[in-house]
């Protein structure tokens, strides 16, 4: 992907920085300093309960979601933060509409919220295998010949009102597209297959969706155009380097936290601040 530009009058946040800007080396120490800001302020989020955080990774395969989610969140308490995959979708849930599965994972008030690939799968794999659509059991869908350019431009709009209505209750929307190239790609896959330690992580059906990148190239193109907008705006991250994304990533999120001046602890009641020396007295006297 080149330039992008949204279609709903709001520009595509391309990150501006260079990749010879720093070394790996340069950028894991800068994650750390990042990461204890963000550690910081996730402690806050928790005790204010107003806000919840939820953060949508989406890549080609090898892109380096899980990675980014174990090296950008470790300083996190635990209880603050949930991880949720989404795979294909389950007997259940495909009983539900296709944003079901994701709605009830969402982040309650007061914690981070990570959904490793997302409800966009709904127009990135299914646009690319439309099969896929009729297992949905959608009225009036009957073949594949009923998905057309109507039935994606509604998914689009389903999807911009669904995150509308989260930024609207408290949910601060964080959307991440790890921009990794095919011959990086290339490079991982191969060493998946090297590397016997890494073997696990391999799959031929990685190599199968491979031979179809420039399809996948131009639906993620149209999906984040189209779905770029004010309150959850697409943020375009250069994955070919790992440590340089995570960092990317990680200072993405504290910058757009820190602008929310709103985020404090709650103050204690009066009586209780009025009356702390009294109830150290008591503790120290037992």
């Known amino acids: 992907m080149k330039s992008l530009k949204a279609s709903h009058s709001f520009e595509i946040k391309n990150s501006t920085t260079k990749l010879n800007e720093f070394t790996d080396d340069e950028a894991k120490e800068k994650l750390k300093k990042v990461r204890s800001k963000l550690s910081d302020l996730q402690e806050k989020l928790y005790a204010h309960g107003k806000y919840s955080v939820l953060i949508c990774l989406q890549g080609m395969d090898t892109s380096g979601k899980d990675s980014l989610i174990r090296e950008v969140f470790k300083k996190f308490n635990t209880s603050g933060i949930e991880v949720h995959s989404f795979k294909v979708p389950t007997e259940l849930e495909l009983k539900h509409d296709y944003l079901w599965r994701h709605y009830i994972k969402l982040p309650p008030r007061g914690k981070f919220g990570v959904f490793n690939r997302t409800h966009y799968e709904n127009v990135l794999v299914t646009k690319v295998h439309p099969e896929y659509i009729l297992g949905e059991n959608i009225p009036g869908i009957n073949d594949v010949s009923d998905i057309n350019d109507d039935f994606w431009a509604a ?14 209750n408290g949910t601060i929307v964080f959307k991440f597209f790890l921009n990794l190239s095919k011959d990086e790609q290339k490079r991982r896959l191969i060493r998946r297959i090297e590397k016997e330690e890494k073997n696990w992580k391999f799959s031929s059906s990685d190599l199968k969706e491979r031979k179809l990148w420039d399809e996948y190239q131009v639906c993620y193109e149209k999906a984040i155009q189209e779905t770029s907008t004010e309150n959850a705006p697409w943020y375009v991250i250069p994955a070919d380097s790992k440590p340089i994304a995570r960092y990317l990533v990680a200072k993405t999120i504290f910058e757009k936290l ?3 001046n709103d985020i404090e602890e709650p103050e204690l009641d009066e009586e209780t601040k009025n009356n702390l020396l009294d109830y150290l007295k008591q503790l120290n006297e037992e």
Do not use: G
């Open 155 to 168: 998914r689009y709009e389903q999807i911009r009102n669904f995150e509308k209505h989260l930024t609207d």
């Open 258 to 260: 820190d602008t929310f």
